[in-house]
Nanobody
Framework: EQLVESGGGLVQAGGSLRLSCAVS????????MGWFRQAPGKERELVSC????????WYEDSVKGRFTISRDNAKNTVYLQMNSLKPEDTALYYC???????????????????WGQGTQVTVSS
């Protein structure tokens, strides 16, 4: 599978960005999708993930109420709407796919099977 992120950029604090991740191939509806980020000098962290059919989501505490993950299985695309951005949100954002049998979410990076190349988000103060 190929994952291609888009939508990153430079934004002022308080602004918004919408990240997209398009997944090639025909198995998108079988994937739990996750958004990770990695800031310089820090470990990669899970920001949000969504179940195969979109009925369940999870958010890292610092983004709750500001970020929204969604997916469109007809378009093989997952989104991350980011509002009220803060300088500490600055990072390289990756989408990832976990081929999962059955319901539920996936939290460990090592359990994800496919990764995108990343898109840079920079929030200026």
């Amino acid at each position: 599978e190929q994952l291609v992120e888009s939508g990153g950029g430079l934004v002022q604090a308080g602004g918004s960005l919408r990240l997209s991740c398009a997944v090639s191939g025909g198995s998108f509806s079988f994937y739990v999708m996750g958004w990770f980020r990695q800031a310089p000098g820090k470990e990669r962290e899970l920001v949000s993930c969504i179940t195969r059919n979109g009925d369940g989501t999870w958010y890292e505490d610092s983004v709750k109420g500001r970020f929204t993950i969604s997916r469109d299985n007809a378009k093989n695309t997952v989104y991350l709407q980011m509002n009220s951005l803060k300088p500490e949100d600055t990072a390289l954002y990756y989408c990832a796919a976990n081929l999962r049998v059955g319901p539920g979410l996936t939290f460990r990076a090592t359990d994800y099977d496919y990764w995108g190349q990343g898109t840079q988000v920079t929030v200026s103060s």
